[in-house]
């Protein structure tokens, strides 16, 4: 796991929080290297945890070492820095997406917000409050075809009436920096 803590960081004045999960194959660093000046800019901590095995628990329907691996980065972030408890995040691209769907659908009390870059799948799990849902998906992903994920899965939570700000472009299965950083633009201004 790593943690970025933003440069303007005081306690006086708590940062909100993102987790950002990296697709399958990928590692901690992937899900933070590219996003650490939006965090900068946006003044927000963030934190990428690895997956234990080649992909996320509940890719494979099963909740175990990633979410008590996550649960504990969690707990030592809230007993050691002051957190925005009305602005948290989890965010992933690919599986990490679909992963940061069902664990922030699952955990709406918790998470305000959930981004979801190109994500393949919604896992069905329990689902608690209405967080707030941002999603983007690259016209041209020959890895996960839009049609088949992202389009879909929009209709099924706009079906289940959760807020969605849906976002397409013209590109292959990646995050392009100017979709980054409108994520991030609406995770700062939305509460």
């Keep these: 796991m790593l943690l970025y803590v933003p440069s303007n960081y005081r ?9 950002m999960l990296h697709g399958a194959g990928g590692n901690a660093r992937d899900g933070l290297t590219s996003f650490i000046p939006v965090a900068d800019t946006a003044g927000f901590m963030l934190l990428a945890p690895s997956s234990r095995s080649r992909t996320w ?6 909740y175990n070492e990633d979410v008590r691996s996550i649960d504990k980065a969690l707990t030592h972030i809230f ?16 599986d990490g997406a679909s992963y940061a769907l069902s664990l922030g659908l699952a955990n709406g009390d918790l998470f305000t917000h959930i981004v ?12 608690h409050g209405k967080p707030l ?19 879909r899965i929009v209709r099924q ?6 807020d969605v700000s849906y976002q397409e472009f013209d590109g292959p299965h990646t995050i392009p920096v100017e979709i980054a ?11």
Excluded: K
């Design 57 to 62: 628990n509940a890719i494979m329907n099963t």
């Design 79 to 94: 007993t050691n820095y002051a957190i925005d408890p009305s602005h948290l995040a989890i965010g992933g691209f690919s």
């Design 181 to 191: 950083r409108e994520a991030w633009a609406w995770f700062s201004a939305s509460n």
């Design 157 to 162: 939570l706009q079906h289940d009436h959760y």
């Design 11 to 19: 306690t006086t004045s708590p940062p909100p929080l993102v987790i």
């Design 133 to 151: 849902i941002y999603i983007s998906h690259g016209t041209q992903d020959n890895i996960l075809p839009i049609d088949l994920c992202s389009r």
């Design 116 to 127: 979801a870059f190109s994500p393949g799948r919604l896992p069905q799990s329990s689902r």
